[in-house]
């Protein structure tokens, strides 16, 4: 696949999630895909897993949750996302009860692509930034 493709794929793996669109996810990841990401708690391994984290940002922030792409970046068969993350706490995510609190986090992902289908991807994101924004944990204060 061509840089521009995997960009394009990329694209559409985050439209699918904000939409979970979980045909469109079988379609461009691959069934074992292995998904590096600190910040989730312990999932199946496997797309199955990954559709399972779809499920909890959408029962969290089910009206209006969604990943915008800030930058996308490729290389070979790798691309690089930046992102952001926004939407109101309506359900409970992360042990979380519902606060009805707005939310916006940054993140980042690197997904490799093999056979046109992302089989890899590590992600990082600002967990203690959305558990300290829903009130989960109390926000810092100077020392």
Known sequence: ????????????IFQAMNES?????????DPNIVNNDPG??????GLEGFKMLVNLL?????????????????EG???????????THLGEFAGVPATGKFVSVGGSVIQHFVNGKSAEHWALWDVLGMLRQMGAIPASSPA
Do not use: C, I
Not at 59 to 73: I, S, W, Y
Not at 77 to 87: L, N, P
């Open 1 to 12: 696949m061509s840089l521009e493709e995997n960009k394009e794929n990329t694209r559409r």
């Open 21 to 29: 669109d979980f045909a469109t996810l079988e379609e461009l990841m």
């Open 40 to 45: 989730l708690p312990p999932l199946p391994p």
């Open 58 to 74: 959408h029962a969290g922030f089910p009206q209006d949750g969604k990943f915008v792409l800030e930058d996308l970046v490729a």
């Open 77 to 87: 068969d790798y691309v690089a996302v930046r992102w952001t993350y926004s939407g």
